[in-house]
């Protein structure tokens, strides 16, 4: 297939072209050579390309900054999944689409399912959404395929960042009432790769097996990279941040895995590889 990727650039970026380049024909694009915010340039550069697939990896992704810039949240997360959508229909292609757990609200607490219903509480979610709808409205043929705290080797993380705050903190505060998947973008762009190749449409959650809070997350990575450093408990409240955080938001990958597809390892085990190749 022909497939361009927008954000190929950023973590999950890097990981598609590792994942795809081989088995595949690429189209990469970057911010500063397809702006997804420029509904007639993204329409004409896609009928230019006539790709087979669109795979949209790009979005302002920085939750507080979000609250800070909302026009450019929803240009970005709102407007460019709309732009690439009205640019697939023109082409016959289908478009797969990277969202968050952030468009639910985190009251529900066992594992969400696609159809749950959502309410997201920050800019960055409620601007997530907005694509998603816009998408589902413009197009037939897409993949909505929702993650969640998700780490690589290429871009900032919350892995990175906890080692490095340990090599001058002894003592780190990590919030643990907010509980989530943590997700390897190495393994998320196999998953991509996998489901592209299908012509099962929809909203899927995809990410690791297994979850944890923020807390437990931090103290298992330390453990793993053998790095002795106190791990403090905080509540969300007492660590205050510009956007409120869903407090649960486990996604349950039961569609993923009626479809036939293999449920991705668990995050324990993706972040001992990681590690290991950042050591």
Known sequence: MK?????????????????????????????????????????NFIKENNPDMVINSAAYTNVDGCEENVDLA??????????????????????????????????????????????????YGKSKLEGEIAIQEILDKFFIVRTAWLYGVNGGNFPKTML?????????????????????????AKAIGELIETDYYGIYHVTN??????FDFAKYIFEVAEVDVK?????????????PRPSYSVLDNKKWIEKGFKPLRSYKEAIKEYINIIK
């Open 74 to 123: 929803f240009a970005v997360n709102g407007d460019g999944p709309r732009n690439l959508a009205l640019g697939c229909k023109e082409v016959g292609c289908p478009l797969l689409h990277v969202s968050t757990d952030y468009v639910f609200n985190g009251k529900i607490t066992r594992p969400l399912l696609e159809d749950d219903e959502i309410g997201p509480n920050s800019v």
């Open 231 to 243: 791990v403090v408990p905080v509540t969300a409240a007492e660590f205050a941040r510009p956007a």
């Open 209 to 214: 097996s297994d979850s944890c809070s923020w």
């Open 164 to 188: 490095e705050l340990a090599k001058n903190h002894p003592e780190i505060t990590v919030v643990t009432d907010e509980v989530g998947c943590p997700t390897y973008t190495l393994d998320l």
């Open 3 to 43: 497939i361009l990727i927008t954000g190929s650039n950023g973590m999950l970026g890097h990981d598609l072209i590792d994942v795809l380049n081989d088995k595949h024909e690429l189209i990469l694009t970057t911010s500063s050579s397809l702006d997804i915010t420029d509904k007639e340039y993204v329409i």
